[in-house]
């Protein structure tokens, strides 16, 4: 038995209005999806249920924080044992610097977002706190040009 649920035209019509702003009223939300507001929040609410919205969240402008470098870095780490893994992943995810961390399969291990102020401080960041762990192994830096498309 599957945990899945189905999704029809009006509930993927719902998810596109919400991705694009999740702090629609109800209200306006049923009116954009050609619903009245009581079907349209049973759905909503269905979707959060069922887990498809797992939450709301606001995005922020790195920019206007003071941290408009944004880099992408392949982290490969020496370890062989899941202690140490998990280990690296809570030292790096409780970096202020670090806004994304993804385990990969393969090679690299790691794949790491980080938005910072300028490149002294992506420095300060990457010889003071990632390469300064144990595990480190290699470190790729990769600075982005030009955000084409951004993540939620």
């Known amino acids: 038995m599957s945990n899945e649920i189905r999704l029809d035209a009006l509930d993927h019509e719902i998810l596109f209005h919400l991705r694009q702003d999740g702090r629609l009223t109800n209200v306006e939300l049923a009116k954009r999806v050609g619903l009245t507001a009581p079907p349209c929040l049973r759905r909503v609410k269905r979707l959060e249920e069922s887990g498809v919205i797992a939450g709301y969240h606001a995005v922020l402008n790195t920019e206007a924080l ?36 993804r385990r990969m399969f393969g090679r690299p291990d790691y794949f790491i977002r980080v938005a910072v102020a300028d490149h002294a401080a992506y420095e300060a960041f990457l010889t003071g706190k990632l390469t300064g762990l144990p595990c480190v192994l290699r470190v790729d830096s990769h600075l982005t040009m030009k955000t084409v498309k951004p993540g939620p």
């Open 66 to 101: 003071g941290r408009g470098l944004e880099v992408l870095i392949d982290v490969e780490v020496s370890a062989n044992d899941r202690k140490t893994y998990l280990e690296f992943e809570e030292v790096v995810a409780s970096y202020e610097e670090v806004i994304e961390v």
